[in-house]
């Protein structure tokens, strides 16, 4: 099964820019469609974004629409969050997926394989 690390998070003040980064330990199938997912305590993971065949689908939630752009580049075997124009609620750990099964992308139970997350603060 692929193997996902995540880098890039850190703290930031609300109207700046992150750039989070997930590594694949393969390219296969299972990254035709991958996603980032969010969580904060005590609540439910929750999709983020997902990208599929190489960048020509794309899914965003309402909640990041218009500040978040998420890529994909098979050669580097990376997926990508840009993140713009953040604010506190934005803060949680991000986790990179991959293994999409379907049919939902941002059902956390419609993915296989998961990175260990790194966190992003965003302050006032």
């Known amino acids: 099964q692929v193997r996902l690390v995540e880098s890039g998070g850190g703290s930031v003040q609300a109207g700046g820019s992150l750039r989070l980064s997930c590594a694949a330990s393969?390219?296969?199938?299972?990254?035709?469609?991958m996603a980032w997912f969010r969580q904060t305590p005590g609540k439910e993971r929750e999709g983020v974004a997902a990208?599929?065949?190489?960048?020509?689908?794309?899914y965003y939630a309402d909640s990041v629409k218009g500040r978040f752009t998420i890529s994909q580049d098979s050669a580097k075997k990376k997926m990508y969050l840009q993140m713009n124009s953040l604010n506190p609620e934005d803060t949680a750990m991000y986790y990179c997926?991959?293994?999409?099964?379907?049919?939902?992308?941002?059902?956390?139970?419609?993915?296989?394989?998961w990175g260990q997350g790194t966190q992003v603060t965003v302050s006032l």
């Open positions: 990208v599929c065949f190489g960048g020509s689908t794309t």
């Open positions: 997926a991959a293994g999409y099964i379907g049919p939902r992308w941002s059902r956390k139970e419609n993915f296989r394989a």
């Open positions: 393969e390219w296969t199938d299972d990254n035709s469609c």
